[in-house]
């Protein structure tokens, strides 16, 4: 961490213990509820519960993990703050005025299907009486495939590890681009990724993939050994314990950079596949990178899903729209205290969104223009970029 890294991370902690200890974190909740309509529905969002975030953080990508040892600590931290945990279903019922509750609410969330989900948060879940929905990409389901985010991390990394060489000039622009940009240090391998994959669409992720993987001379090192994801045989054993299933598109696929034709693919194949394996019906959704648009809204509505989450760190309001849903995205350094150790008091601020009432973040908004390419119209087929590179 650089030094205004560290400055933030004193000036956040120091403002927490002020916050929480003077009493304004209640007043902060208690104006935030209010403003959200007498009740708060918290939504949060999870990716990798790890044994080991010291070892894995080596190697994986820091903001998709999050400590066993955390996790359990910041179920108990929401709570000790007054809600109560709920399935999706019972807080849209809560949300749409149709069921009243006594307390704030709180649903937790995990995207991607991981494996370590249901090594180790899954276990904590039951025995703690947690209900959960994770929301699967079901072609990733039960292969050994890894999705282009973690294969781009591992990748890159691959090459820090190499040192600094001069690119290829036959590699693809996109894919140079983002090589130099990690080489030359003026983005931590993360922010590029998080850069690249939100301005290019999966077609052109895969390429640049396949382009990385040749000029590191092939090989099956080159896949990640890290970032398996469930098989169907736990996804089923998790749903007969009542843990609840959304669709996160096929292959994970950022649906705003997509004709609406792959759109639609993606939105029926996805709940079709989910309800074939598991036999439940899938009515939720989560975006891909949390972004969305009036047309994707359209599509998911047309084939029966009833919500859908975005990554949009905000209130959700009693009465607000089901299919922009927000949520907060919690990793490991959420709860992190000057020293680098877990921060109670940090953990509390963060959960009652004492920052965003103060103005201290903004969050980003998941809203976005929607790809149209000419020639595609929802429920139209034809091929795509994304089954020729597949």
Known sequence: MGMRGVVRRAAKSAAAGVIHYSGLRRAMASYVRHQSGGRRILIVSYHRVVSD????????????????????????????????????????????????????????????????????????????GIPAIVYLPSTFIGTGRRFNHDRLFHLLRRFQERGHQPLCDVLPAPASELLATVLSGRKTVSAALDDFIGEY????????????????G?????????????????????????????????GH?????????????????????????????????????????????????????????????????????????????LWENFSRGLLGDYSACLTRCQMDDCFGVLGLRGPVPGRRPQYLAPGFAAGLGGPSELEVSW
């Open 253 to 329: 696929v950022v649906l705003t950079h997509e004709p609406l034709a792959v759109v639609e693919r993606e939105v029926r194949e996805s709940k079709a596949r989910i309800e074939r394996e598991v036999g439940v019906p899938v009515r939720d959704f989560a975006y891909c990178n949390g972004w969305y648009s009036e047309e994707i809204i359209r599509v998911l509505a047309r084939h029966g899903f009833r919500s859908a989450v975005t990554t949009e760190d905000l209130p959700n309001h009693m009465g607000g729209d089901p299919f922009t849903l927000k949520r907060k995205v």
């Open 53 to 128: 975030f010291a070892g894995e953080v080596r190697r994986s990508i820091p903001g998709l993990l999050i400590s066993h040892e955390t996790f359990r600590r910041q179920l108990e931290a929401i709570a000790d703050a007054d809600y109560v945990f709920v399935s999706m279903g019972e807080a849209l019922e809560v949300m749409s005025g149709s069921r009243r509750a006594r307390r704030d609410l709180c649903v937790v969330t995990f995207d991607d299907g991981y494996r370590d989900v249901y090594r180790y948060a899954y276990p904590l879940l039951k025995q703690m």
């Open 201 to 216: 669409p999966t077609s052109t992720q895969v390429r640049t993939i396949h382009a990385l993987e040749e000029r590191l």
């Open 218 to 250: 092939g090989g099956q090192e080159l896949l990640p050994e890290q970032g398996e994801l469930m098989d169907w045989d736990e996804v089923r054993r998790m749903a007969r314990d009542g843990f609840e299933f959304g669709a996160h598109t096929q």
